[in-house]
């Protein structure tokens, strides 16, 4: 055997090393957080509201409800924005310098560190903004996490449209359509399982992100509520709930197990962990059977 068949089994070798690394550290990772989180994890825990257990923490259902409203609200407020900009881009705006320091624009979003948006969303959304937004609230939540996750769905809408095949496109131009009439009836139809898939991921992305949420969201004990009521404190005098009132979330949960050890079990925050991880996961399930269920067609 020649040094070229040696060198490529050690790095085939290497490889398969690094894989079951990376998959030994996920294992030893998740077996961690669920042997801690077992004591607590049963479904009056999940379930329930905080508020109805006496003290603080010993259920998470209200951070469960919270984390699932304030990601799919974010996701709805991103993903028009997301979507038309990668269709403008790609369907509408000439390259040139212009278009070019727009998409340097997006990549430095793209890349900004989570707490700095908290911290823009603290100062702008939940003190500027009180008056609209109610200060500490899931429309200021959804508002920062919108911005957290918009380069996420963009440019998963951006490769989506991509992979249209453009003799569609132009057979659809030489029938007469006008430019819209192609990108709504073949581009968009043709690109979509793409741009779910960027939408599934964004919804799991702002799942899981905590510094944003803690900075805008704030925290409460009790299960959101769906009602209109009066306040002097607002504009237009009224408060509409969810949206301008306080919701809990699940990193928040977890923050508040080791931030308050005293007064909540550190196995209450591994429980919690673990749903939080379990909704992540089922998201990325659903990601992979749009991927997979595209690459079947």
């Not at 550290?25 to 509201?49: C, D, Q, R, Y």
């Not at 709504?184 to 964004?202: D, E, M, N, Q, R």
Request: glycine share 8%; charged share 15%; proline share 4%.
């Amino acid at each position: 055997m020649n040094m070229r068949h040696l060198k490529g089994k050690f790095f085939i070798s290497l490889s398969y090393l690094c894989a079951i690394f990376v998959l030994l550290a996920l294992v030893f990772i998740l077996g961690n957080i669920t042997i801690k989180a077992l004591p607590s994890l049963n479904m009056h825990f999940i379930f329930t509201s905080e508020s109805n257990e006496p003290g603080y923490g010993g259920a998470i259902g209200n951070a469960v409800v919270g984390t699932i409203i304030i990601s799919l609200f974010s996701t709805l407020l991103a993903t028009p924005v997301a979507v038309g900009t990668a269709i403008y881009l790609k369907r509408y705006a000439n390259e040139g310098p212009l278009v070019r320091i727009f998409r340097f624009m997006i990549d430095v979003l793209s890349g900004t560190p989570s707490i700095v948006l908290g911290v823009f969303g603290l100062m702008l959304l939940v003190f500027v903004m009180r008056e609209i937004t109610g200060g500490f609230s899931l429309i200021s939540g959804s508002i920062a996490l919108a911005i957290l996750i918009l380069p996420v769905i963009e440019r998963a809408s951006e490769e989506a449209i991509d992979r249209v095949h453009r003799d569609l496109e132009d057979a659809s131009y030489a029938l007469g359509a006008t430019k819209w009439d192609t990108i709504k009836h073949i581009t968009i139809p043709s690109a979509l399982s793409g741009i779910l898939t960027g939408i599934v991921l964004g919804t799991g992305r702002a799942a899981e992100e905590s510094a944003v949420v803690i900075l805008t969201a704030g925290y409460t004990q009790f299960f959101p509520e769906y009602k209109v009521a009066a306040s002097e404190k607002l504009l237009f005098g009224i408060k509409v709930y969810p949206f301008q009132d306080l919701v809990a979330t699940l990193p928040l949960a977890v923050y508040h197990s080791f931030e308050f050890p005293h007064l909540v079990s550190v196995s209450e925050g591994f429980a919690a962990a673990f749903v939080l991880i379990f909704i992540v996961m089922i998201i990325n399930a659903v990601t992979r059977l749009i991927v997979w269920r595209r690459r079947i067609g």
